[in-house]
C-alpha cells in the first residue's frame, strides 16, 4: 500500500465518535442527574446502535432499563439490544415501541411467550440465542457494543467501580465497550468520594466513566449513573 492509498484514512473514526456524543450530552461531570438520564440517553445513542444491557441471575441493570424505555423513538430506534438475559417486562418494551429491532440473547425465561408474539407480529428480529461464554466472546469480535448499560453498587467520584457481592459479567461487558471505545453507563446504589471508601475496586477508573442514580448512573466515558440509595 502506497502513501497516496492511505491518504485521507480516518484510523480513529471510533474514538472521534465517541468524543462527538459526550460533546453533545453536555455533561457537567461524570455523575448523571436522575432527572437528566433520558436526555442523555438520547444524545449517547444513535439509531441502529449495538447496546448492551446487563442483567443475569444476581443483578440486573433495571434503572437504566427503565430509562431506556422512555427515550423518544423518533430520535432512538432502531436499536440492536444485546442481553445476556431479557427478564424483565420494560426489556420488551423496547421493542413494542419501536426503539429497539433487533435481539442477541441467551435466556429469556418468563419473557419467551412474549418474545415469540413479537417475532409473529414483526416487531422484533433474533439475531442468535447464543450460550452466555459466546454472547461474551462475540463481543469482542462482531457484536462489540456502542454503549454498554451496566449494574453495580457503589462508585467513587473517580469512576472506580464497586459490583457489590456478585461481580458476575460485569467486567467482560465494561471491557468490551472499552476496547472498541464504547460508551458505559453504570447504575450504582451509593456514590462515594474516594476509592478508599469502597470495600474494593472491581473495575478500575481505566477509562474515562460517567456515574449516574436510582437510583443514579455513573457516566464511563466510556459512563456512570448512579441511582440514589434507597432511604
Not at 485521507?8 to 437528566?36: C, F, Y
Not at 438520564?37 to 444524545?43: I, K, P, Q, R, Y
Not at 441471575?57 to 440492536?80: G, T, W, Y
Not at 429491532?101 to 408474539?117: A, E, N, V
Amino acid at each position: 500500500m502506497n502513501a497516496e492509498q492511505t491518504t485521507g484514512r480516518v484510523w480513529n473514526r471510533r474514538r472521534t465518535e465517541k468524543q462527538r456524543r459526550l460533546a453533545e450530552a453536555n455533561m457537567p461531570g461524570k455523575v448523571i442527574p436522575t432527572d437528566q438520564l433520558v436526555s442523555v440517553l438520547e444524545n449517547l445513542l444513535a439509531p441502529g446502535d449495538r447496546v448492551v444491557l446487563e442483567g443475569n441471575n444476581q443483578k440486573q441493570a433495571d434503572f437504566l432499563s427503565r430509562m431506556l424505555a422512555e427515550v423518544n423513538p423518533q430520535k432512538i430506534h432502531d436499536l440492536h439490544m444485546i442481553m445476556p438475559s431479557v427478564g424483565r417486562s420494560e426489556h420488551l418494551d423496547l421493542f413494542e415501541k419501536g426503539i429497539a429491532r433487533k435481539l442477541d440473547f441467551s435466556f429469556s425465561g418468563t419473557q419467551s411467550l412474549r418474545i415469540s408474539q413479537l417475532l409473529e407480529d414483526g416487531l422484533l428480529e433474533i439475531g442468535a440465542i447464543h450460550t452466555y461464554i459466546e454472547l461474551y466472546s462475540r463481543l469482542y469480535v462482531d457484536l462489540s457494543p456502542n454503549v454498554a448499560l451496566i449494574a453495580g453498587y457503589k462508585a467513587d467520584r473517580k469512576g472506580n467501580l464497586y459490583t457489590g457481592p456478585s461481580t458476575e459479567d460485569t467486567p467482560a461487558l465494561v471491557e468490551a465497550a472499552a476496547f472498541h471505545d464504547g460508551i458505559v453507563i453504570a447504575q450504582v446504589n451509593e456514590l462515594v468520594d474516594d476509592e478508599c471508601d469502597l470495600p474494593r475496586v472491581d473495575i478500575p477508573r481505566l477509562v474515562d466513566r460517567l456515574r449516574g442514580g436510582c437510583r443514579q448512573a455513573v457516566l464511563y466515558r466510556t459512563a456512570l449513573h448512579p441511582r440514589s440509595a434507597p432511604n
